[in-house]
């Protein structure tokens, strides 16, 4: 009898955080689609270090082309799907600076 309840519950934790991974996967593609398209390149681009900010609507993170050897930084808005390269942009240091985390 305890077990239906107990099957139940990890088959629903299973489904929560399966759907999670999932769409992390998806935005992770949607990130480094807009690199390749913003840096012109069709290399591999590695991802590295990344911080959900604003709630989720934003992601912080570094970046890596298989060509180059050192990652650069990036601001991505999720809601509006827009990336930004530029460190010392208003929407990357009021999204990702030091002062934004604390």
């Known amino acids: ?18 759907g999670q991974a ?5 935005v992770d593609g949607e990130i480094q689609q807009a690199l390749a ?6 290399s591999a681009i590695e991802l590295q270090n990344l ?3 604003q709630y989720g609507y934003g992601i912080c993170g570094a970046y890596k082309t298989a060509d180059d050897d050192g990652y650069a930084s990036f601001f991505y808005d999720t809601s509006r799907k827009r990336l930004t390269l530029d460190v ?3 929407e990357y ?9 604390c």
């Not at 009898?1 to 399966?18: C, D, E, N, Q, S």
């Not at 999932?22 to 998806?26: F, H, L, M």
């Open 88 to 90: 010392n942009s208003r």
């Open 37 to 42: 398209t913003s840096l012109d390149t069709s």
């Open 1 to 18: 009898m305890i077990i239906v309840p107990v099957i139940g519950t990890i088959a629903l934790a299973a489904l929560i955080f399966g």
């Open 51 to 53: 911080q959900e900010v």
């Open 22 to 26: 999932i769409s992390d996967d998806s």
């Open 93 to 101: 240091t009021s999204n990702c600076g030091l002062s934004a985390i």
